[in-house]
């Protein structure tokens, strides 16, 4: 996430533990969770360290009500947002965290949505059941690729992970005894082949809030204790954290599992939730695209950033599709190319750093990054 | 420093909610008027307005849109002793089936009940699930596969002739019209449903036919390079190359069969492709002598009081839109018609009725004969077979309905 | 035997044009780690100004390729120099996010201008084969294929050769170095970008005289394009080549000898395996293995 030529120093931005003084100017809950900086300390009272888990519990509190405002459509249309909440979530875990940005991604939606339709059409299970199952399996599944794919770096590492993603859409679209190929595979809802009764737009409404919950809270988890750190080391210099004593490949690939935990069980309600599954949709790389595109411009690395970015984005797609019928997809485009060039470091961390550095324009925000 | 952190955590909480809650409209937002009490009748469409299916959505669009100006030039349809003006609203859905299946939802938060159908059969089957769990209606125009009838919906009516009778129609009417007859049929398809179905249905009215059918070969949906499938039957020597395809592969099967040196006796013939004007110009001469299967061409018999002939209904499409019309103009402007006429017949607006009044239609139009079977699906019109002559599709098939004679053998050696 | 013979021409005469498409976006992250989501809609722009000069002069396509690359010359340049120039010493996934926005742009753009109908260059000789024994080789492709390896070839030589050339190189081992050699290495970026686009809107139009294309097809391409030049290591153009004609084979062997439809699943198995034993591609050496991969 370093910048080449970074010249100027951005204050308290790199966490370097030696240069911190100890218990005096704590910053708070989230931020402290991001900085990384001295959170143990006896100094920090209690309320600041439960801020985040606070703001997190009042936040699905919030959507909870909001529930009963809002029409069945619209429920659908919030309910797609959480679901790129968490997608956003787990991207973040092995993207932002660990710096290992995977153009992958999707296949753990996939595989975890193939898998639950497969389990409940095939195989009689219920959707609960599936569930758990599905997330283990693209846990396992990440584990077991993530163990040759992250030897490689950087945009190598982008590739492959992509290839894998693509390859699996082949090999589910190849394999239509198992299942249904090219021409998709239903979820049983009706009749007496269903075993579990369908959610309907409420209950979706709901699985998905609660998955966005989940994700947010891993998501602070990780950013506040040593497994975070270590991901974080790993992202700034492997080499040197690996010279600290950390096992990077078992953090990288528990990362890349946890990621996978993650976007497999929001796979799997998906496919839930849409009934009928194509493997072209399931494994869509527009999919993981869009992860990306939200966890970056909210702010990569950071637990605020890909919520931010997730609401933003799909709110706004949303919008000017609805109202710009002909051309949204144009529009969309635009704005991502001004949100990018203004934005390049993503919303949370831009105001970090302007606050830090009293320096609030964005066009001084675009010199930083040309050549 | 620290209450401004959190301050600022709470706000960032704060405006994520309030975009959310906001976003998705206030509660109260009942615009649309399905009840025909102000005399404006609101059906939604989802349409493919962009993403990979733009171009049949675009033409479906069309068809739609006439539908709605032929209505409204006669003061409105006919409802319950009332004139009702229709107002279609349309929706992108990106061409993907869970956009698809959202728009209809957020239909029927507006308290829109009637819908026109996205293109193709996997947004369609996505649709029909929501139309099914909502109360909602819906007249398909473009979801042709069977599959979409086999789960049994009630509340879903296609207007379209279904999947299996695509390439099944072609060797009916190579059977009845080709002399001398071929021996052996190929069939090349595409691997998504609608047309494996397609397939399917070929093969079985090829093997009652007592032709030797080949085993099917499959190729990626969407690929420009079918040379691989050609290849692999240039050795068994087909006399006919059946084709279960959209307009890419379509193509691309005669362009590389030429390239490649594959020449059945008999000839080709496609499902979707070779109807559209798009087909005769991409491939020129070489198109020539192809046969193809559509859903309704501009000789189709039968009439009705919005639309005419079919005659009639291609200079109107002409005359709005500058271009003959395709198929999928015809089958879009049919589904809207079959919910106007549903509609009428019912006397209200009200979903069940109108369901209850499209489940016992039975009218001729300018799409041929408009009635549905009991899954839903509109058996009781044939396909029309065409051939490409001089750069122009021409009915062959029906004989009653035919614009000229089938050349035979489709290839000259 | 005819068969095998007559897959393996096609996929050779197949993989020369996806290795035309490849080198630009190869060349592109090899010299200034930018990754161009937006590569596949150059092609297609280069496919829609051959068409619209074949239907509106009647200008042949294979000379009508050499005004697409003029104008998407001009175009990448313009883009590098004016746009992506703003966040180029980002993190590394802003040009990323900048080319998924900007591709989006152009292919929406096209679907507006054009619209979404499938459209085809037409020649009188292109869909003509040579019969060589039992194996038929098309005009056309044998035609494009040909061409991408000229194109190819005179690239090398202007990147080893010339002084421009060797600038472009320069500025991707080093870029500080290079500024302090006095090259002006916005320049030189904007160059590289350029002649990309230009390469992939000179194989657009040639994919436009032996297939179809609309908008949509934009995407299909930018992958590929992925492929190939992991495959062939990136900024090496041979590798490309090699990458290209690699892939080529290995579609039209895989859909000769297993069901049509697992092609793509072993272009992706080739790729992941090629990644996990060599990294840097498959051949020869990585030229910007000295630079940081950040």
Known sequence: MTPETETEPTGSDQPNGTEQPSGTDQPTGVEAAELGAGVR?????????????????????????????????????????????????????????????????????????????????????????????????????????????????GHYFAIATLGVAEGMREVVTNVPGLTGGGAGISVPTVGKDATTAYLGNDGFYLLFLALAALSVLVAILVARNKFGFALRAINQDEDAAAAMGINTTRAKVSAFALSGLVTGLVGSTYAFQQVTIFPQRLFDVDITVLMVVMVVIGGSGTVLGPLLGAVALQFLSEYLRRNFTEVHTFILGAIIIAAVVLLPQGAVNYVREARQSGEWSLLANVRRYRL | MRSKSKSLSLVAVVAATTLVAAGCGSKGEKTADSGGASGTLAIGASMSLTGALAREGALTKEGYELCQDKVNAKGGADIGGKKVKLDIQFQDDTSKPDTAAQLVDQFNDKGVKLILSSYGSANTEAQASVIERNGQVMADSAGADNKIFEKGYKRTFAVLSPATEYAASII??????????????????ADDGFSKTVAEGGAAAAKEAGYNVLPTQLFPNGTSDVSSALTKVKGQKP???????????????????????????????????????????????????????????????????????????????????????????????????????????????????VRDALASLDTDSFFGHIKFNDKGQNVYKPMSVIQVQNGKAVTVWPTDSAEAKMIWPGTKQ | ?????????????????????????????????????????????????????????????????????????????????????????????????????????????????????????????????????????????????????????????LVNRTRTGLSIMATGMDRGAARLMGIRARHAYALTFGIAAALAGMAGTMVGTVGTFNPAAAGGFTL???????????????????????IGLVEAWGGQYLPGTWVNALAFAVLVLVLVFRPSGLVGRAYYSARQEV
Request: hydrophobic share 55%.
């Open chain 1, 41 to 153: 300390s006896s100094a920090e009272p209690v309320w600041r360290r439960w801020l985040p888990f606070g703001l997190l519990l009042l936040g699905v509190l919030v959507m909870l009500g909001a529930q009963s405002q809002l029409y069945s459509g619209q429920e659908r249309t919030v309910a797609a947002i959480f679901m790129f909440v968490a997608l956003a979530q787990g991207w973040n875990i092995i993207g932002g965290f660990t710096g290992y940005a995977s153009f992958g991604q999707v296949v753990f939606f996939g595989v975890g949505g193939y898998f639950t339709a497969v389990a409940m059409s095939h195989w009689g299970f219920n959707f609960w059941v599936s569930l758990v199952v599905s997330g283990l399996v693209a846990a396992a599944f990440g584990a077991l690729i993530g163990l040759p794919l992250l030897r490689l770096r």
């Open chain 2, 172 to 189: 009916k009417a190579i059977k009845e019209l080709a002399q001398p007859q071929p021996k052996t049929i190929a069939i090349l398809s």
């Open chain 2, 239 to 353: 006399d006919v190359i059946i084709g279960s395809v959209h307009l890419v592969e379509g193509v691309a099967i005669i362009k590389q069969a030429k390239e490649l040196g594959v020449m059945p006796s008999g000839g080709f013939g496609e499902s979707v492709a070779p109807p559209t004007p798009d087909f005769a110009k991409t491939l020129g001469k070489d198109a020539e002598n192809v046969l193809g299967s559509s859903q309704w061409t501009d000789s189709t018999k039968g009439s009705d009081k919005y639309f005419g002939t079919a005659k009639d209904y291609a200079n109107d499409i002409n005359a709005k839109y500058g271009h003959a019309p395709d198929y999928h103009d015809a089958e879009a402007s049919a589904a809207c018609l079959a919910l106007v006429m549903a509609a009428e017949k019912a006397g209200s607006t009200d979903a069940d009725k």
């Open chain 3, 1 to 157: 035997m005819s068969q095998f013979l007559q897959a393996t021409i096609y996929g050779l005469l197949q993989g020369g044009l996806l290795a035309l498409i490849a080198v630009g976006f190869s060349l592109v992250w090899g010299v200034m780690n930018v990754v161009n989501l937006a590569h596949g809609s150059f092609v297609i722009l280069g496919a829609y100004v051959g068409w619209k000069l074949n239907s509106a002069m009647g200008l042949d396509p294979f000379l009508g390729m050499l005004v697409a690359a003029v104008v998407l010359f001009a175009v990448g340049y313009l883009l590098q120099r004016w746009l992506i120039n703003l966040v180029i010493n980002g993190p590394i996934f802003i040009t990323l996010l900048l080319t998924f926005g900007l591709d989006l742009l152009i292919v929406q753009g096209m679907n507006i201008t054009f619209s979404a109908d499938y459209r085809s260059i037409k020649t009188a000789y292109a869909g003509d084969s040579l019969a060589l024994g039992s194996v038929r080789v098309p005009v056309g492709r044998l035609l494009a294929f040909v061409i991408a390896l000229l194109v190819t070839f005179a690239l090398v030589a």
């Open chain 3, 224 to 246: 590929l394009s992925f492929v190939i030049a992991v495959l062939g290591g990136l900024g090496n153009m041979y590798g490309a080549l090699v990458g290209g004609l690699l």
